[in-house]
């Protein structure tokens, strides 16, 4: 079946402009993650939805970042006047209903964002 | 904030040697799952371990969750060059479905 896909696969910006990031999950997965991941790092935990709502945002770095998931489905990561430090990939995975003890996550390829 | 370590950061083996990956939360965890990252690819799923002192294995592969549940290794015996790749440890806690990966295993295998 379809795994997770993020369009686009790379999006090169100017400082200051403002960008979308798009995640389409696994059919059926009701739970969506948001990481960013810099070279030679882990990925670095931004926000988690459980349905259509934020269940966790506590890893946005600051308010020029937003994320939004309005159907329960596919998601966008937003950010307002991007930086040069803003430059990394960033990875989305969705899980299935959750479970007792947490769930697999399933990554999709990334969006690799370079800010020029 | 929480806190997750592996060490080594990279290991080059021979073909045939084992390798071995430890993590350390800075905070007890109520579960811990396994990442693999091949080169230019993205995390994949490997185990999730939920028990204390919990141990499986996956072929070559052998997971283990400390008695606290704040420590856990990865083992793989003799190599391949198949398990070139990246292993990041994610420990989960409780009350939260957020993950923080840990700083991750650069392995290299020499054929």
């Known amino acids: 079946g379809a795994g997770v896909s993020q369009t686009p696969s790379n999006k090169v910006t100017e400082k200051g402009k403002y960008v979308e990031l798009r995640c389409d999950p696994i059919s059926g997965h009701t739970a969506l993650y948001w990481y960013r991941q810099s070279l030679g790092q882990g990925p670095e935990f931004l926000i988690y939805?459980?349905?259509?709502?934020?269940?966790?945002d506590s890893g946005l770095p600051n308010d020029r970042f937003f994320a939004v998931r309005p159907e329960g489905s596919v998601s966008t990561l937003k950010i307002q006047r991007t930086e040069r430090g803003d430059s990394a990939v960033y990875l989305c995975?969705?899980?299935?209903?959750?479970?007792?003890?947490?769930?697999?996550?399933?990554f999709g390829p990334g969006t690799r964002l370079t800010v020029l | 904030g929480q806190q997750v370590m592996q060490i080594p950061q990279y290991q080059h083996v021979q073909e045939g040697e084992d390798f071995t990956t430890y993590c350390n939360s800075s905070t007890t965890l109520s579960n811990i799952q396994w990442y693999k990252q091949r080169p230019g690819g993205h995390p994949v799923f490997l185990i999730q371990?939920?028990?204390?002192?919990e141990v499986k294995k996956q072929k070559r592969l052998t997971f283990q969750f400390g008695e606290a549940k704040k420590n856990s290794s990865l083992h793989i015996t003799a190599t391949q060059t198949t398990d070139v790749g990246t292993y990041f440890c994610a420990g989960g806690s409780s009350g939260t479905y957020k993950y923080i990966f840990g700083t991750g295993t650069r392995l290299k295998v020499l054929a």
């Open positions: 371990l939920v028990k204390s002192g």
């Open positions: 939805f459980q349905g259509t709502g934020a269940a966790d």
């Open positions: 995975a969705s899980s299935p209903r959750p479970g007792a003890g947490g769930h697999e996550q399933f």
